[in-house]
């Protein structure tokens, strides 16, 4: 049993990385992850008050998070954050410091109120060491690739969103979100965005997606050049794809059943 809904009360990630659970147990299911800079607001918590179940901002995913993984802020921080998008830590890296703390942030943390070095969380302002990210909402196919990339041998967690473990829709979230363009958490639902196209006319930067048996959409990937696909599965990898679906050259056997090609852009 948990306690009635909450209103009105928001929070902002203020660690590198937290879990996002399914069930408010530390054994439980990770479905996604939080970054630094992730703003959410409170829906309910545990009756013994150690869990707190989140929808985050950018997403709208929803699940639970430990209630000490977290930094309470007010109405009019959570009100203030979503009228600009802010930029984002550009390497792998940086640095977060203050009131005390040091510790590293991942590429793609948000920097909430970002001024010549410094970043607001809650109430205390914090020095960014690192490289920033203004996002760029004009397509740029380059741009995207080399983002992709950066991605290469990151190996693969299921709930994950960053180089130190990601699954394959937090790394098209992640990418997406990098060149200007917000997808949903879940591979079915980024199913839903753009339009489907025959895969004859497939460009690079569309998005392909995959079935099992049942066909349910179970994974996804991003289109490059020359009939191959950037994907996590067991790594971030490069693969080759037809019409039949991802071709793993190493096993000599195709690992993922083609569903459909959608544009984003």
């Not at 699940?63 to 203030?80: L, R």
């Not at 909430?112 to 205390?124: A, C, D, L, Q, S």
């Not at 839903?192 to 099992?212: M, Q, T, V």
Request: charged share 20%; proline share 5%; aromatic share 12%.
């Amino acid at each position: 049993m948990h306690q009635e809904p909450l209103l009105d009360i928001y929070g902002v990630c203020n660690l590198s990385v937290v879990p996002v659970r399914m069930e408010p147990s530390d054994k439980s299911e990770i479905g996604t992850q939080l970054l630094f800079g992730d703003l959410f607001t409170i829906l309910n918590k545990s009756e013994d008050g150690k869990w707190v179940y989140i929808e985050i901002f950018q997403d709208q995913y929803k699940g639970w998070i430990d209630s000490k993984q977290y930094e309470p802020v007010a109405k009019e921080y959570f009100t203030e954050y979503q009228k600009l998008q802010w930029p984002v830590c550009k390497g792998v890296m940086g640095v977060i410091q203050g009131n005390g703390k040091y510790f590293p942030i991942l590429m793609g943390s948000t920097l909430p109120f970002y001024n010549n070095g410094t970043v607001i969380i809650g109430k205390n302002i914090l020095r960014f060491d690192g490289e920033v990210q203004f996002i760029n909402h004009t397509p740029d196919l380059k741009f995207l690739e080399r983002t992709a990339k950066f991605y290469l041998a990151a190996p693969y967690l299921w709930g994950g969103k960053s180089h130190f473990g990601i699954d394959c829709s937090g790394f098209t979230q992640q990418v997406m979100r990098l060149c200007g363009k917000q997808l949903p958490r879940d591979a079915y639902q980024q199913a839903e965005c753009g339009f489907k196209k025959p895969y004859a006319e497939r460009l690079p930067g569309d998005l392909a997606f995959f079935h099992n048996a049942h066909g349910k959409i179970i994974h996804v990937g991003i289109l490059l050049d020359q009939n191959l696909v950037i994907h996590a599965s067991g790594e971030v990898r490069i693969d080759l794809l037809d019409e039949n679906g991802i071709f793993n050259k190493e096993k000599n056997l195709y690992t993922h059943k083609l569903s459909s090609i959608n544009q984003i852009f």
